[in-house]
Structures are given as structure tokens and as C-alpha cells.
């Protein structure tokens, strides 16, 4: 059983060299990063800068056409969360009046050729993706990108169940299904500062973890540490940011920290970032770890599946349902 204790009130975030031979050292700063911070950089990732540069002229492309082209795949009037979203149509704090971002959202699908019948399943969130007809290598751009980043996330559980002190395939059976979305965002300048409307409020991510690229030159996430102390979390040169979510927070009992976080753009700029969020397949109870549990230690959540989770938190986001 590993540690537990109250979180740092960390001034930085960790940066982690995925590329580090020493498979003891690399789990222990794994571990630390997600015990005391819940954020951390990771280098040596492995998405290449070609597959970024692709998606990123693919979504500046896109969300410079029209609005009401854009709205012909708004979300709220597709199936299973699926499409674009306007500015200050989500709002991920609840005291917040709505997030200063667009966004397209899809999930997993092969690069060539679609889901076959029998693979779209109806879950909670499951189903074909949705694409714009503009601009033409959209779908491509994003898909190239997703699956690169996928390959990632598929080699940060291993390390996430060491540090848990667990095998390193503890995840595989509960991560066939690819229950993995990702949003592609457009920040819109903030001429000021305004706590009620920023790029994106204050939240916690929803699923296991998150892998974020961020526009390089443009500070704008910051990070809350445990004396409720805003910590900028810039683009590093090299790497992506990993940060953990509820998901691991509800199956851990609170020993890896879903850390609140917020963005806002006031780079006077246009801010591009993409989130991947990683979740696992959502007949999966989020039921806590045994060894995360104590007598000192009672669960803390309500057992649910991590579709319901997941379908939840999109409900509350979007203020619609499906």
C-alpha cells in the first residue's frame, strides 16, 4: 500500500522524462506527481510534430468558418456528446456564467474506413463520431493526432497502476473498449480578467486522466494547490501535460488527486489546446482499490459505473441530455 497523505501545497508542476531507463525512479516520480499534485509534465511522449502541426492548421481552419455552418453539428442536437460546441454554450463551473471557449468533440475511430455495425455499441457515450464537411483533412488531422496520443495513454497505466503498487496490466482488462475522448478548443481572446467567465472555469476533469497539448508562447491553465493558490502550468518546449481526473480519484478513495484547474486567455491571441480525456470502459464499476481503503480511510464515493460518471458530468457540463 502506498502512502496516503494530505496533498502538497506544491509550487510547480513535476516534469517527467518518459524515456527515464530506470523503470523505479520513473514510477516513483509517477507516484509523487499523482499523490501530492495531480499534474505533471510528461517529455519523450512520443506524438509527433508532425501529427500536432496537422491538427492544429486543421482546427484553425475549422473554427474560423462560419458559425452557423460550425452549428450544423452542434452537440446538443447529436447523438452521444458528439460535435461542436459554441462559445459560452458549456460551463464546467457551476458558478460560472459559461466557458469563453469552442470546441469539437469525438471519440475513438479507426483512421481508414468506419466502425463496423456490430463495434457501435449504444452506452452511455458510445456511438459514430460526427464530422464537418469543412475543412476536407479534418477528420483525417484529428484521427492522425488522436491515435498518436492514444499510443500515450496507453503507456502511462501501466506506470499509474506501479505507482498504486498494482501490476502493470491491472488496467488492461478494464481498458478494451478504447473509452477515450478528445476535444479540440479554441480559446477566443479575454479582453479581461472575469471570474465569472473565463476561457474554462474551475473544474476537475471527469474521466482517469487527461493528456493536454497546449499552443506553445500562450500562458493560460493554472492549477490549484492544496492552500488554494492559482499556479500557472505554461506550454514547455517538448512536452504535454498529464493531469489526473475523477475517475482515478473514485477508484483510488482520494490517494490520486483529480486537482481543480481553470484557463483563461488573456493573451490578447487566439489560444489553441487539445485535451485527450482517458477513461476506462463504462460497464466498469469505479469501486475502490483495496488498497486505497482502510479502516482510517472508509470509501468516499458512491459506487457508480463509469459510464453513468462520465454521462453525468457531460449532462451537467452542456445542460442538456441525451
Not at 462559445?87 to 475511430?109: C, K, R
Amino acid at each position: 500500500m502506498i502512502p496516503i497523505h494530505d496533498a502538497a501545497t506544491f509550487s510547480q508542476i513535476p516534469i517527467i522524462d518518459l524515456a527515464l531507463e530506470d523503470t523505479t525512479a520513473l514510477v516513483a516520480a509517477v507516484r509523487d506527481a499523482c499523490v501530492n499534485v495531480g499534474f505533471l509534465y510528461v517529455r519523450n511522449h512520443g506524438i509527433s510534430p508532425g501529427a500536432i502541426a496537422g491538427v492544429l492548421a486543421a482546427m484553425q481552419d475549422y473554427f474560423s468558418l462560419p458559425l452557423p455552418e460550425k452549428a450544423k453539428l452542434d452537440i446538443r442536437s447529436t447523438p452521444h456528446f458528439k460535435g461542436y460546441n459554441a462559445v459560452l454554450t458549456s460551463n464546467n463551473d457551476p458558478a460560472g456564467h459559461g466557458d469563453l471557449h469552442e470546441g469539437f468533440e469525438f471519440g475513438f475511430e479507426p483512421l481508414e474506413g468506419w466502425l463496423d455495425a456490430d463495434e457501435v455499441r449504444a452506452g452511455a457515450m458510445e456511438g459514430r463520431n460526427v464530422w464537418p464537411d469543412r475543412p476536407e483533412e479534418f477528420r483525417e488531422a484529428c484521427l492522425t493526432y488522436y491515435h498518436e496520443a492514444f499510443a500515450l495513454g496507453r503507456r502511462m497505466y501501466p506506470l499509474f497502476a506501479q505507482a498504486l503498487g498494482l501490476a502493470p496490466d491491472f488496467f488492461d482488462d478494464k481498458t478494451r473498449r478504447a473509452a477515450a475522448i478528445m476535444r479540440v478548443l479554441h480559446y477566443p481572446p479575454q479582453p479581461a480578467p472575469d471570474e465569472k467567465v473565463l476561457g474554462i472555469g474551475a473544474h476537475t476533469d471527469f474521466e482517469c486522466f487527461t493528456v493536454l497539448w497546449q499552443q506553445p508562447g500562450i500562458q493560460a491553465l493554472q492549477v490549484c494547490n492544496a492552500a488554494g493558490e492559482w499556479i500557472d502550468a505554461p506550454p514547455l518546449e517538448g512536452t504535454l501535460v498529464v493531469n489526473l481526473g475523477d475517475q482515478f480519484a473514485r477508484w483510488t478513495n482520494d490517494v490520486f488527486k483529480s486537482t481543480v484547474h481553470r484557463a483563461a486567455n488573456l493573451s490578447g491571441a487566439r489560444r489553441y489546446s487539445i485535451p485527450l480525456f482517458f477513461g476506462t470502459d463504462y460497464d466498469v464499476l469505479l469501486e475502490p482499490i483495496p488498497s486505497c481503503i482502510s479502516e482510517d480511510r472508509p470509501p468516499r464515493y458512491e459506487v457508480v459505473t463509469a459510464g453513468e460518471h462520465v454521462k453525468a458530468w457531460l449532462e451537467a457540463a452542456y445542460g442538456h441530455k441525451h
